[in-house]
């Protein structure tokens, strides 16, 4: 029997009031993946500016740093985030950077401190690969002016294939990065022209082998499911080449339908919610059976023998217990400062608030404590980064564990089994604060509807 016929049996086997559960969850305009909770709510968030912060907080931990890179050599038909296609300008990254050092001095000030000391740094985008050599350089040197790293600590950063050359690669390893993280998608030609991707699959194998002969300690390979046109024979070839070429560590990505990306224009087929369970299947299955890598959270494997756990964590989050401390530094990028949470404008916005000594917070929320006990619940039982509190989340989410431990989705210490890793998304929105349980429904009977004060935002 085939993986794919195995994998549609075990689903099969589900009830079906679950999958119906599960399936009714999820909104119809995902925003983000749901246990990056709250940023996967922006209804949630309004306008604000940098006197949320308090910035009286007592800095009891290092900082965890994101900087975005708002540039790609072409744009994804289901890309939401903020990027421009298009090779950039040289002056145009050269006052960019001049924009980070002055977010970075300004949270120097801020926080009393003549450097920040941070553990992590992941730079993102758009695609940070895009940026020459001598660009990737003054962007390093300018963050290491200002920030102190930890020993061991995690430097990061996001790249495409299509971008990457041994140059690139080297100026990212002098800069001090430690972690490569190469955006492959998919290894079908067909799957990635229509995706618009800059590469194709013998692209991202010379992509891989140049950063593995540069050395760098750890490689991470992202790769997405339920994808526009692709099948699941698709998607199992993908995985198995993805094994052959062995990276330490393996990211899989559910696409996210959003109204802001092109798929909605250009007429693609797209995988159901079913198909995309499926995939899920595929890529669990193909990875219980290699020896080589164990799950870490339930989208996430890595090596043991090349990857630390910790490098795989949520780049965008502080899911550490207490106060939030990280610093989202360029456009659009989210920070987490004690119980606040907020994220930067576009430009010029995001240019003249810097240039005039403020941040330049736009969007933002104080987090309640219906929010953070839905964070912890979260962290703890989908995310892996926290131990769970079973007392507190027995008293707050009774019925939502009574469903998951009834369906074996959690076992007794609260984390979630191999079938609760197929609904790790579903899962996590079951912890939302603004979802209600309607009278007539029930989690006794497997049945769950559920809605935000947007109607799930569809």
Known sequence: MSIIDLCKDRIKAFPKDMLAAMEHIRPAVVHEKAHVYPISVPEKWSDVDETIIDWSITVDKPLRLYVHIPWCRSKCIFCFYESEAGEPKESDVQNYIECLKHELSIYCLRLGVERLTAETLYIGGGTPSILSPAQIESLLQAIHSFVEFKNEAFLITESSPGTLSSEKVQAFVDGGI??????????????????????????AVNAYEMVRAAGVPEINFDLMLALPEQSHDDFEKTVMRALELAPSSLSF??????????????????PTWHEDILMRAIYQHLLKGDSRYERTRPHYYVRSDEARERSTRVPCLDSRSGLGFQAGLGVTAYSHIGDVCFINSRNPFY????????????????????????????????DYTLVPDAPAVLS??????????????????????????????????MFYPDLTVTESTSYDKGILHAYSKQDRMG
Do not use: P, W
């Open 351 to 382: 240019s003249d608030r810097l240039k005039a000594g403020e941040l330049a917070v736009q969007r933002g929320l104080t987090l309640t404590e219906e929010d953070k006990m839905a964070m912890k619940a979260i962290r703890a039982i989908v």
């Open 253 to 270: 990505l559910d696409l996210r339908v959003a109204s802001g990306s092109k798929l909605h224009e250009m007429g693609y087929y797209y």
């Open 178 to 203: 430690n972690r490569i993280s190469i955006g492959i998608q998919s290894f079908q030609d067909h799957i990635l022209k229509i995706c618009g991707r800059d590469h194709d699959a013998d692209q």
């Open 396 to 429: 707050r989410y009774k019925k939502e564990v009574q469903f998951l431990l009834e369906n074996g989705l959690i076992d007794n210490e609260f984390r979630l089994t191999d079938d609760g890793c197929l609904f790790g998304e579903e899962v996590a929105y």
